[in-house]
């Protein structure tokens, strides 16, 4: 029975010894790697900025505002406001807005001029189905068939054509199409309207599938 029990004891310190180095080891790798990832984020966010927005000569990461909001009594990040300006004269801003989509949550920054029309946008990141979905990423540039460049949501708000609106839906993918609108038209708002309406969360919202939407 002894033996039986140092072994035991022997098995327990080896796998306490384990954990340890493995956990030991994952730090080292998190630690070794949190530089270079965070210098790739920003060269994507730069790279999406300069894509989105007019021409500028200042920082606008450095300038960025920050709205929170809350669910479920938690905060989470609502919008990223980014400031551009050209030899200090403000010309316009991009937005970082989400939404929910088809497969998951879809992240997008939208640019906009001094007067609130639509300069570019980039699809930061989504969860749609390859083919379908994804197809957000070009599908309402300049010249595409679901064009939204030169648009002001101020004027019109952008609506899917099946919803009675002016935009054409990504072919076979209606809910994927409402939730990217739906993140433009929230990042008019928090563009338009400011740190204090946005905050409040009265611009946030979720997608809903409709009955009669498109299935991806």
């Given at each position: 029975?002894?033996?039986?029990?140092?072994?035991?004891k022997?098995?327990?310190?080896?796998?306490?010894g384990?954990?340890?180095?493995?956990?030991a080891l994952l730090?080292?790798?998190?630690e070794?790697?949190?530089?270079?990832?965070?210098?790739?984020?920003?060269?994507?966010?730069?790279a999406?900025?300069?894509?989105?927005?007019?021409?500028?000569?200042?920082?606008?990461?450095?300038?960025?505002?920050?709205?929170?909001?809350?669910?479920?009594?938690?905060q989470?990040?609502?919008?990223?406001?980014?400031?551009?300006?050209?030899d200090?004269q403000w010309?316009?801003?991009?937005?970082?807005s989400?939404?929910?989509?088809?497969?998951?949550?879809?992240?997008?920054?939208?640019?906009?001029?001094?007067?609130?029309?639509?300069y570019?946008?980039?699809l930061?990141?989504?969860?749609?189905?390859?083919?379908?979905?994804?197809?957000?990423?070009?599908?309402?540039?300049?010249?595409?068939?679901?064009?939204i460049?030169?648009?002001?949501?101020?004027?019109?708000?952008?609506?899917v054509?099946?919803?009675?609106?002016?935009?054409?839906?990504?072919?076979a993918?209606t809910?994927t199409?409402?939730?990217f609108?739906?993140?433009?038209?929230d990042?008019?708002?928090?563009?338009?309207?400011?740190?204090?309406?946005?905050?409040?969360?009265?611009?946030?919202?979720?997608?809903?599938?409709?009955?009669?939407?498109?299935?991806e």
């Amino acid at each position: 029975m002894k033996k039986l029990e140092s072994s035991l004891k022997n098995m327990l310190l080896v796998l306490t010894g384990i954990t340890a180095i493995s956990v030991a080891l994952l730090a080292f790798v998190n630690e070794l790697t949190k530089e270079p990832i965070a210098e790739a984020n920003m060269r994507t966010l730069n790279a999406a900025l300069s894509e989105v927005l007019p021409e500028y000569t200042n920082n606008p990461v450095a300038e960025a505002d920050t709205i929170y909001g809350e669910k479920g009594g938690k905060q989470f990040i609502q919008f990223i406001i980014y400031p551009a300006k050209n030899d200090g004269q403000w010309i316009g801003s991009a937005v970082q807005s989400t939404s929910l989509g088809f497969g998951g949550e879809l992240k997008v920054l939208v640019g906009f001029d001094a007067d609130g029309n639509i300069y570019n946008y980039s699809l930061l990141s989504h969860m749609e189905t390859p083919g379908l979905g994804s197809k957000a990423d070009i599908w309402f540039k300049a010249g595409e068939k679901g064009d939204i460049v030169g648009m002001n949501p101020g004027n019109t708000m952008l609506v899917v054509t099946k919803d009675g609106g002016q935009i054409d839906a990504i072919t076979a993918s209606t809910i994927t199409t409402r939730a990217f609108l739906n993140a433009v038209n929230d990042a008019y708002n928090a563009f338009k309207t400011g740190e204090s309406d946005a905050s409040s969360g009265a611009t946030q919202k979720v997608v809903e599938p409709a009955d009669d939407t498109i299935s991806e």
